[in-house]
């Protein structure tokens, strides 16, 4: 299936190549790079490239393109899929995914990338197996490495790879023993000019973070199920289970995974935190231009809206802005055209708000459109579908874990209209 | 990067070999590797150095640096005689890497990778599963065609491997072999033959993808694997899912008649109706409902359907579209909430999943109309994602959702992002042209748009108002002449070309205007594009047929301009119209007809979506991502008239059982008679080829060879023994057969189990598989019989108590016949257990039966104490029934044991001591661990072959000091292994065992324990067994089979009127293991 990966920088370098048949020569990229230099925008450059013997799939991700070559037919959703675990994978291993990263680090990925895939073919794409096969560098462990002689490979088939629990290591221990779940919801929003809401959607996580001894089996029940509309699960969770009872039901991998994530039903009228007041205007005459925006709480439940930072990419005819904002920085990159404002915490006593004057090309005409604002913010100990987490049991292991569960609220792609 | 090169440089100034070796990783830039292009060659020196030391550390090194090497895309092949040389390195760092370099280089070297191959090929006899199946995945990615013969045996040999995990190599083995050399396909559609069969979860990802890959013509081989396959799709890995979905999507295509109805039309239906399979022809008297979807059509559209909710969204992408093409159109509507889902997933994602959506919102709009909002286009999302998006509001718009979406256009075509801008407007005139009710309001927004400041939204506008003005030309001059105006300002050649066009068109319309659009554009002429040349030359030729009298000359001038320009389509278009319309001697008839050619009325031009052509292709494919016909595509092929015969997916028994047992033998013996003979390796490996395909009868000698001498006379008579009782117990299986197969009563049926035990037979022949009966097996048969016939004449509820008794009189009688199952077990302890595992792998099928083993619907996680650390002095041993078959013998119950040091000192050399287990009973033990670190744990496994029954398997557990007696009891729970069946299977087998066979209880509860799922939960957690899909609400049946005879065990919870009782039901001929799994589950089924 997949032939071979080239990951390739901003700058347009090969870094790095692997082979998983036969060679296919780097130059195959140079159609990538083609296409590339079309796009203008490393975001437009299509993820699927016909050349006249090969097919280019890409992902781009963290500034870095990963390029899978295939020969025939393929679905494209697979090569895509598993373009991103790897990628995954690489942040899981050494914490960020970077060119300098991966350089550092080449035989690691070179061993990893051997593990993941068999003649193009996925093998082993389970973090906690990968782990076990390839241990991870930490510094303690090059250390000792290179005293003792001793390897980062495993020399043993992962057990789990061969028991129905494929994701979770055998053997695991912990001397405190602990399951920290995160409800994590993102409000997806389009807000029209006049404030009122076009479109918006919750979207939920729950991230997991479980250091449990031996094979402890966990079954988590939530208050109100029947807010979830439509959910995704980690393959670790029992679907019968659910389907019968709303339960959900699972031995965990070990460590760090995202157990599920739903669509709270559209039914339910999604509560906006948040408002912006805007007044952006452009005279014909003038070359100047008014703009204030001030942003509000609205429906938080009595918590803080905090992490709040706008975004807007101003129309090209804007030179450079003015402006003063009653707390927090504000930038203006005048090439990109683009402005932000971190503000921080929202004080209901005292509204921030960011004032001044847009400078306009002269003599250019008037934009037609004003600029979008996107908003990011965050709110703590709140998920805004109102789900809440009944209890979490343990069953299979004798000792009594630590039990954490975090809400929090967040704005996904939360989009307003001026 | 190439500062970083420096640094280096700097550094290997002082001058030491493993800071220059460096030096060549960390050199990437390409302006640098040229300048140390002559250097590179003594760093290689430098490396072949160190891969030649004797310290693995050194050698590492270097390797590391090759690797690296290779990474950054250089060429390390020159280095190929030294790191060759390191490929049976004992470091398995090194010797990985080594492999990396290998695959990678083998197929440009190929007369020194020769080299290498011993050393896989004894590393395929390797004991640890995980060598062996690296060894096999090296040795097929060398490309090398001289050892083809070589991997084709090593894939056999492996596809036959105990460990899942080697076969799945295996089979990713075979598509390896079939591209280097495609003469093998035959040979290797045996292998993937053999491999469809397999029944674990890990290998039927793989398989299947060989199959797509070598043979996916040979639907044939896929029949009897239909079943499992839907069954097991749930518990096979996600990328497996994604190839098997695809394939049964294209299997169905051809094997089920069409669900859609409406395609079909009344006829078609009623004639598949009729003259297909049989159960249709049982159900002629519904007439109202001609169609009915057999059964493993609807098994597959039931048994993806969880699968949509995969984190995966290839998987979800595979189940959309296998639902939308072979579900029934009403049920396709489920998979829109998901692909919706996709949407918040990564731009590349959503790009493809926007695709497939909009194909789909072509033919069905009603699936995706609720998510309408969803697709929504914001700001921040990348040009295709828009335009996609876009393409799919166009698809969804009808006269409902019009001008909510007319509103949203609004919006779209102030946008900054001119192209998408662009498209907005394409999109509004495609609204306008489908939806008659708006096209008048689309028009005028689109006039509006005309005196807009970008350029390229007034040209795409003038191009749709052409085309939605052609469609209703009668009414608009008003606009024609604000367009003529236009002429002025606008630039882009296709809207100018428009324009020109729309006025001769309707030059009649606008006769004041036309002529001077005419006079402007022909002095301007020779500065226009071709394509406005084009229709310059067109307006002339109309204007003069129309309005000659102001317009000849002016025509005539643009002929001629034409007549001279550069571009030969111009001259042409010049010459073919003036001989046209001009009148003069030459021109022929035609120009007569001259104005009824050029003003004839003109077909409107249907706007269409650009995906519509898209349709032919299966959705999610590469394919359809691209409209091309990507290379290795396979058609979808259109449903068949008339099914194929359905009975070729059942799957029978007898044949399954005699495929598997030659493999069966041969696999076992090797991986461990390598593990005794390390000295004999050279030798073995030079026959294993024709070991693997020889009969057991050479084994049992090389086994001798191998094996201590006294285990070498009770083997060798155990053999004959075996094959002795082997043909007996086959000839009876043969005239059992008969009955069976007609069906005969089971009254009759038991009597003849009697009388078999008399002649000491194996009675378990009967239970729908036939194994050739193991000495061990026969005395447990034996035992079973001899107590059914004890018990016919008890009271049942004294059964149990029975048991023991009954045993020990039946062991006074075997020894006569049967003097060898003692002493191999007991003499040699530290031999044994291995070679009975052996012996067990010589005589045993793997289960076969119509109903397949199936893997546990759940696995209870308690665990038992083996060893309290009190007792054992710091080593604390537990252990626990993971459900899983036993990878050491068919008839063994694998149990896992968790040995964990709580002591603060090292515990060496755990191992199993002496055992003492009941006649019959066998084990196969782990091997000994070297030494347990303080608060250390290890998992280990073996297997306990429990004779089906729950006596107590004791033995020593010892470490180098201390020896403690243990012992594991199963809860009889555990000696199933849960089967799946269909209800009508299970039906047929219960009405086999009914009277003697049959107990039951009535359980009185409340009524909300008798909702399904506590019910399965219930049963579950105390046996291992599995669900039979049920058709009546009332009635939850399970099934299971006993691990050593494979005896079926049945269970049936029969829920009454009024809701608080029930009555539990348990069929099996294994009366006493039945009786008391009935006591185990009253009480659990009764309780809240």
Known sequence: MIHSLFLINSSGDIFLEKHWKSVVSRSVCDYFFEAQERATEAENVPPVIPTPHHYLLSVYRHKIFFVAVIQTEVPPLFVIEFLHRVVDTFQDYFGVCSEPMIKDNVVVVYEVLEEMLDNGFPLATESNILKELIKPPTILRTVVNTITGSTNVGNQLPTGQLSVVPWRRTGVKYTNNEAYFDVIEEIDAIIDKSGSTITAEIQGVIDACVKLTGMPDLTLSFMNPRLLDDVSFHPCVRFKRWESERILSFIPPDGNFRLLSYHVSAQNLVAIPVYVKHNISFRDSSSLGRFEITVGPKQTMGKTIEGVIILSQMPRGVLNMSLTPSQGTHTFDPVTKMLSWDVGKINPQKLPSLKGTMSLQAGASKPDENPTINLQFKIQQLAISGLKVNRLDMYGEKYKPFKGIKYMTKAGKFQVRT | ????????????????????????????????????????????????????????????????????????????????????????????????????????????????????????????????????????????????????????????????????????????????????????????????????????????????????????????????????????????????????????????????????????????????????????????????????????????????????????????????????????????????????????????????????????????????????????????????????????????????????????????????????????????????????????????????????????????????????????????????????????????????????????????????????????????????????????????????????????????????????????????????????????????????????????????????????????????????????????????????????????????????????????KAKKENPSKKFYSESEEEEDSSDSGSDSESESGSESGDDGASSEDTSEDSEDSSNEQESENGSVAEDKAATKRNPETKGESDSEDGEKKNKKSQTSDSSNVESSS????????????????????????????????????????????????????????????????????????????????????????????????????????????????????????????????????????????????????????????????????????????????????????SFQLCTKDNCFNVNIQPPIGELLLPVAMSEKDFKKEQGMLTGMNETSATIITAPQNFTPSVILQKVVNVANMGAVPSGQDKIHRFAAKTVHSGSLMLVTVELKEEGSTAQLIINTEKTVIGSVLLRELKPVLSQG
Request: with cysteine.
């Open chain 2, 1 to 664: 990067m190439s500062s970083n090169s420096f640094v280096y440089n700097e550094q290997s100034g002082g001058g030491e070999a493993a800071e220059l070796g460096q030096e060549a990783t960390a050199t990437i830039s390409p302006a640098g590797a040229f300048g140390l292009f002559s250097s590179d060659l003594k760093k290689n020196e430098d490396l072949k150095q160190m891969l030649e030391s004797s310290k693995d550390s050194a050698k590492l090194d270097a390797m590391k640096r090759i690797v690296g090497m290779i990474a950054k895309g250089k060429n390390a092949s020159e280095l190929f005689p030294a790191v060759v040389k390191n490929v049976a390195s004992k470091n398995i760092e090194i010797k990985k890497l080594v492999y990396v370099y290998l695959v990678r280089y083998a197929e440009e070297q190929q007369d020194l990778a020769l080299l290498s191959i011993s050393t896989f090929q004894r590393a395929l006899k390797d004991p640890n599963q995980l060598i062996r199946a690296s060894a096999l995945r090296v040795l097929s990615s060398i490309r090398v065609p001289i050892i083809v013969p070589i991997m084709m045996l090593a894939i056999k040999e492996a596809s036959a491997d105990l460990s899942p995990y080697v076969r799945k190599n295996a089979a990713h083995a075979i598509q390896k072999l079939y591209s280097l050399d495609p003469e093998q396909k035959e040979m290797l559609i045996e292998v993937i033959e053999k491999l469809l069969r397999d029944k674990s979860t890990l290998v039927a990802g793989s398989v299947v993808m060989a199959f797509e890959e070598v043979c996916p013509d040979r639907i044939d081989l896929i029949h009897k694997n239909y079943r499992k396959l839907c069954n097991l799709l749930v518990d096979v890995e996600e990328w497996g899912q994604v190839v098997i979905i695809h394939m049964l999507t294209r299997y169905a295509r051809t094997q089920f008649v069409s669900p859609w109805k409406e395609d079909g039309g009344l006829e078609d239906n009623e004639k598949s109706f009729y003259e297909s399979d049989d159960e249709q022809k049982e159900k002629t008297d519904r007439r109202k409902k001609p169609y009915a979807m057999d059964p493993d059509h609807r098994l597959l559209i039931r048994n993806t359907k969880p699968l949509l909710q995969s984190r995966n969204a290839a998987v979800v992408m595979a189940v959309a579209q296998l639902y939308w093409h072979i579900s029934p159109k009403s049920e396709t509507g489920i998979i829109s909430k998901s692909l919706v889902r996709l949407l918040r997933s990564n731009r590349e994602v959503q790009y493809i999943v926007l695709q497939n959506i909009a194909t789909m919102s072509i033919q069905r709009k009603g699936i995706f109309e609720p998510y309408l909002k969803s697709f929504y286009v914001r700001s921040t999302d990348p040009t295709m994602i828009k335009t996609l998006k876009l393409e799919i509001l166009t698809n969804l718009a009808n006269e409902a959702n019009i001008s909510t979406l007319l509103r949203e256009f609004q919006t779209y075509v102030k946008s900054q992002d001119k192209q998408f801008a662009a498209a907005t407007i394409q999109t509004i005139g495609r609204c306008a042209a489908n939806i008659s009710e708006v096209a008048d309001t689309c028009l005028n927004g689109l006039v509006c748009l005309l005196s807009n400041r970008d350029e390229i939204v007034v040209a795409e506008s003038v191009v749709v108002i052409k085309k939605l003005l052609q469609m209703q030309p009668a009414q608009h001059g008003e606009i024609i002449k604000h367009m003529g105006k236009l002429l002025d300002s606008i630039t882009v050649p296709v809207a100018r070309a428009s324009i020109l066009w729309l006025i001769g068109e309707n030059c009649e319309r606008v006769p004041k205007i036309a002529p001077d659009v005419l006079r402007k554009m022909a002095k301007s002429f020779t500065s226009e594009d071709d394509l406005v040349k084009l229709q310059i030359l067109n307006l002339g030729a109309k204007l003069y047929l129309t309005n000659s009298k102001q317009t000849k000359l002016l025509t005539q001038y643009v002929l001629n301009l034409g007549k001279y320009d550069q571009n030969y389509d111009i001259r042409d278009r010049t010459r073919f119209i003036r001989q046209l319309i001009v009148p003069n001697e030459k021109s022929g008839a035609l120009s007569k007809y001259a104005k009824k050619i050029f003003l004839a009325q003109k077909p409107a031009p249907l706007l269409e979506s650009p995906f519509k052509d898209r349709e032919h292709f299966q959705l999610g494919t590469l394919s359809h991502t691209l409209n091309i016909k990507a290379s290795g595509y396979l058609e979808l092929s259109n449903w068949p008239e008339v099914a194929p015969d359905p009975s070729v997916r059942n799957v029978e028994v007898i044949e399954l059982a005699k495929e598997w047992t030659p493999a069966g």
């Open chain 2, 770 to 953: 036939i194994e050739e009966s193991s000495s061990e097996s026969e005395s447990q048969s034996e035992n079973e019989s001899e107590s059914r016939k004890v018990t016919k004449e008890k009271e049942k509820k004294l059964k149990q108590d029975r048991i023991s008794l009954t045993k020990d009189v039946s062991l006074l009688d075997l020894d006569d016949f049967n003097p060898i199952s003692t002493p191999v077990a007991l003499p040699t302890p530290v031999l044994s257990p291995s070679l009975i595992a052996d012996l067990e792998g010589l005589n045993l099928s793997t289960s076969s039966s119509v109903i397949s083993v199936s893997t546990p619907v759940f696995v209870p996680v308690k665990t038992h104490v083996l060893l309290h650390r009190m007792s054992g002095k710091g080593l604390a041993a537990h252990y626990f029934f993971p459900r899983q078959p036993c990878i050491f013998g068919d008839k063994m119950v694998s149990v896992q044991i968790t040995l964990e040091n709580t002591s603060d000192q090292k515990i060496e050399n755990i191992h199993i001591g002496g055992k003492k287990l009941p006649i019959g009973m066998q084990m196969h033990i782990f091997n000994p661990i070297d030494s347990l670190e303080p608060k250390g744990s290890i998992t280990v496994s073996m297997g306990i072959d429990f004779c089906d029954s729950t006596q107590t398997a």
